[in-house]
């Protein structure tokens, strides 16, 4: 079927709104992660999802960052009063069973 | 934090050339893999080396890992325009509960001229 899809692509803010950023992994996926991506720099993790269960969320930068997988499927990363340096692009990825992971195409926040 | 660093940061070559980059990582692997980012597909998996191998091939792709100096490099041969991207070294680390989770270098932007 069809890979990992975000939504929105892209999304600009005013500093102190909130945002949600969605995530539709690949169909019976079990693990779901989260990560940040800063302009010119590597991803780095957020958070991980094993179907419904948060199992780590030791990469979430601030309590203003949350996430959530209620039905073990999609995935919702909620950033509460955005601030000028969570800029970035926030990827997705999928996996079952593999070592490696199936990213989305992100979605690039710009606060301004 | 990212795990380690690669290098070159950038690199230009011609068409029909070799690209190498190499990147050096700082703790215990489970494995290392290689992804491409480009602005059309996003980041893709390339391939993947465990802890216990030396060397891997795929098609036009050879990484080699080595353990002792925590480094790993990627050879591309016969460079093509289409490997025009940002090339990111992976890692798992060994041990502990880290679920697979992913800890990226910082990239290498490798551009072939046609």
């Known amino acids: 079927g069809a890979g990992v899809s975000q939504s929105p692509r892209y999304k600009v803010a005013k500093r102190g709104q909130d945002v949600a950023l969605r995530c539709d992994p690949i169909?019976?996926?079990?693990?779901l992660f989260w990560y940040q991506q800063a302009l010119g720099q590597g991803p780095e993790f957020l958070t991980y999802?094993?179907?419904?269960?948060?199992?780590?969320k030791s990469g979430l930068p601030s309590d203003r960052f949350f996430a959530e997988r209620p039905e073990g499927s999609v995935s919702t990363l909620k950033i509460q009063r955005t601030q000028q340096e969570d800029s970035a692009v926030y990827l997705c990825?999928?996996?079952?069973?593999?070592?490696?992971?199936?990213f989305g195409p992100g979605t690039r926040l710009t606060v301004l | 934090s990212q795990q380690g660093e690669e290098d070159p940061q950038a690199l230009s070559i011609q068409e029909g050339e070799n690209a190498t980059m190499n990147c050096s990582y700082k703790?215990?692997?489970?494995?290392l893999q290689w992804y491409r980012q480009n602005s059309g597909r996003g980041l893709v998996h390339l391939i993947l080396?465990?802890?216990?191998?030396r060397e891997k091939h795929s098609g036009r792709l050879r990484v080699t890992l080595d353990t002792s100096k925590k480094s790993s490099s990627l050879l591309i041969t016969a460079s093509r325009a289409a490997d025009t991207a940002s090339y990111f070294c992976?890692?798992?680390?060994?041990?502990?509960?880290?679920?697979?989770?992913?800890?990226f270098g910082q990239g290498t932007i490798l551009t072939v001229h046609p």
């Open positions: 990825a999928s996996s079952l069973g593999t070592p490696w992971q199936y």
């Open positions: 169909s019976g996926h079990v693990s």
């Open positions: 999802f094993q179907n419904e269960a948060q199992l780590d």
């Open positions: 703790t215990s692997i489970n494995n």
């Open positions: 080396i465990r802890s216990n191998e």
């Open positions: 992976a890692t798992t680390s060994a041990g502990g509960t880290s679920y697979g989770k992913l800890t």
